[in-house]
């Protein structure tokens, strides 16, 4: 009678085992995983890829004379279901931006802000740091352009059995001077599944 | 009489074989455009199922680089898709120096194209950095 038991709880182990679903990488580079509701890195990695070679292909970055300009990284806004921080997207942006050669970031101002630029600021006063070291007034650089965007879903019903997912990827920039709008570019990333899927 | 009747089907066929679209440029869609009698209502689904019997696909008619005002590198591919029906594909462009290296780019993934069945495509990629001289392109199924 033990003997039995002991034989059933092990073959009932066994089974238990085998539904177990196994965890593997990601093959990042070419990724055959089936697409998912809401939105996953090849998402962010191809609204990325677009933008911005929609944007160096514009020449909004060409500036006249030589020389790159001043970008700052103003809000992005994330309009959707679900809690992305957009600094997903526009971390990938950046890096292309400063990569291109056409364009320096700064960290000084706008939401890639570096609070350390300004604290560092605050210690010319300080008798424990020595002042030759401390950054001096006016060095910091102005914008002269902005990147902002939104980012922002539309649920649809698409049938009985089926809904649809909308994804709006918005970003344009701006001439900090003059207000003008020197480039801008719309991407949607459209999904359509299950009823029961959860798309936030 | 059989004679006739060759002459006839004869004659259609040189009729047919010299009508010319309006304009390569405008591209009319079975079912919208006028049948003849080699593409109608009849023969369709038969050559549909023979183009997907030997398999036919997307085919590339040329590759256009072209350096723009601001000194980046545009690519321009210029293809048509064989098959009758929509091929969705995935493609993926890398950029590659003079030295033929490849420029490490956030914007090299894969893309996501479609292209009608019996129409020409075209696809646009820009390089990531002015130091970008050519290229290489892969392509995969869209699962």
Redesign the interface.
Known sequence: MRARTIQIITLVSILFTGCEEKTTNIDIM?D?G?PVLALDY?DF??A???L???L??S?A??KEGGGRYVVATGRVVNDTMQRIDTDQLMA?IE??ML????AVMTSAIGSGEDKLIHDTRKLRDAEEFDQSTTPARGTLIAPELTVSGKIFQRNIRYDKKTQQVEYYFQLKLSDVKSGLRFWQKEIIVGKRGSNKSVAW | MKALTLLFILLIFLATGCYEPYDSRIHVRDEVKSDNIIDNVVTRPVAKAFSALIGEGIEIDEAVLRRNKAGILELYINGHNRAYGTKRFRYRVEWLDADGLVLETKTSVWLQASAMGKSPFSLKAVAPRPEAVNFRMDTRKWE
Not at chain 1, 99 to 102: A, D, T
């Open positions: 070419h055959d089936k090849r990695d191809q990325a890829s677009t911005v070679q929609s160096l292909a020449g970055l060409k990938k890096e292309e990569n291109s050669g056409q």
